[in-house]
């Protein structure tokens, strides 16, 4: 093996190019060429690339977002769009491929690895941490705790005026943020889409606060939990309090990535050359307790990540 590719798709998270970087560097020290994909898979299909040398990767270990950039792909998802990327990577001698991204991406990648033989090894990057076969994820971390600065904030104000807020973080299909940040940012009651949503339940949890001295409220709700609108305006109409609703939105992608997002990022880029170097053929680099393991890259996106339930009984107790 003399040439491999690395590639960024699906969300942008903190510490993809922590990542980036530990690839070319440690590819290069084992005698390795990197070729950086640029533009997600749509630049496998558009054969968007630039050769990344040890000093083009220089000063990116803080950076957030890509260098490589990310451009959501539909034509990937189809066989003629596989083909033409798998031909692409042929063409410019890729003998292997380090992609970075989450569930998406890896299955994308799957699919890559069937059509054209090259050994591709997956990096979980996303800050929402449904990848399955790792603890956690790059950029997890950064996230939650931009999140949890947020409330820090918001729960000045609230306090203040005697407010309830609802906060939506990200989290679309899981509730993996919703949990960690509402039991660091202490907050009164978190909603996620696993658990079905009892609004009549949450407002008796505000008016008994109130009831015990309490004079603010924080509502964390994933963002696929339901409309959080709904949520606050339903909450002020049942209780007669004071409502507010902050959507964090895509703050919690950006920024530079937090030492935990960058350490693992570095782990996680060397892993992934190591791999490649060792033979695998289509694995994911992952964290299990504090070693740096690897899975099948199906397991990745074929199976559900368990989320820790008893994290959201903790918050009830400690409200």
């Known amino acids: 093996m003399r040439r491999i590719g690395v590639v960024t798709a699906g969300g942008d998270a903190p510490g993809m190019n922590a990542a980036i970087r530990a690839i070319v560097r440690s590819a290069i020290h084992h005698g390795l060429e990197v070729i950086g994909i640029e533009r997600g898979y749509a630049g496998l299909i558009e054969g968007r690339y630039r050769i990344l040398d040890r000093r083009s990767v220089g000063g990116i270990i803080n950076l957030g977002g890509t260098i490589l950039r990310s451009i959501r792909s539909e034509e990937i998802k189809t066989d003629e769009g596989i083909q033409r990327a798998a031909d692409f990577l042929k063409s410019i001698g890729i003998e292997g491929l380090v992609t970075i991204g989450g569930d998406g991406t890896f299955k994308g990648a799957s699919r890559l690895y069937r059509v054209s033989g090259i050994p591709i090894i ?60 509402g039991l ?30 309490k004079v603010s409220s924080i509502v964390v709700m994933a963002e696929g939990a339901g409309d959080s609108r709904h949520v606050a305006n339903y909450i002020a109409s049942k209780t007669g309090q004071e ?66 339930l008893s994290r959201y009984k903790l918050i009830e107790i400690l409200k």
Not at 185 to 200: C, Q, R, S, T, Y
Not at 253 to 266: E, K, N, Q, V, Y
């Open 122 to 181: 997956g990096i979980p990057a996303t800050i929402d941490n449904d990848v399955a076969g790792t603890d956690t994820t790059i950029g997890f971390d950064t996230a939650v705790n931009v999140a949890v600065n947020a409330i820090d904030k918001i729960r000045d104000t609230a306090t203040s005026h005697e407010r309830t807020f609802v906060i939506e973080v990200m989290g679309r299909r899981r509730g993996f943020i919703a949990l960690e940040v």
């Open 184 to 213: 660091a940012g202490g907050a009164e009651v978190v909603l996620i889409p696993e658990i079905k949503v009892d609004l009549d339940r949450v407002c008796d949890i505000i008016m008994e606060d109130r009831r015990e001295g």
């Open 243 to 308: 409502v507010r609703l902050t959507v964090l939105g895509h703050i919690q992608r950006g920024g530079s990535p937090t030492a935990r997002s960058r350490i693992l990022a570095c782990e996680f880029g060397h892993k992934a050359v190591e791999l490649l170097l060792t033979g695998e053929k289509k694995r994911m680099v992952g964290i299990r307790g504090s070693e740096i393991t690897s899975v099948d890259l199906d397991y990745s996106w074929m199976v559900e990540k368990e989320l820790d």
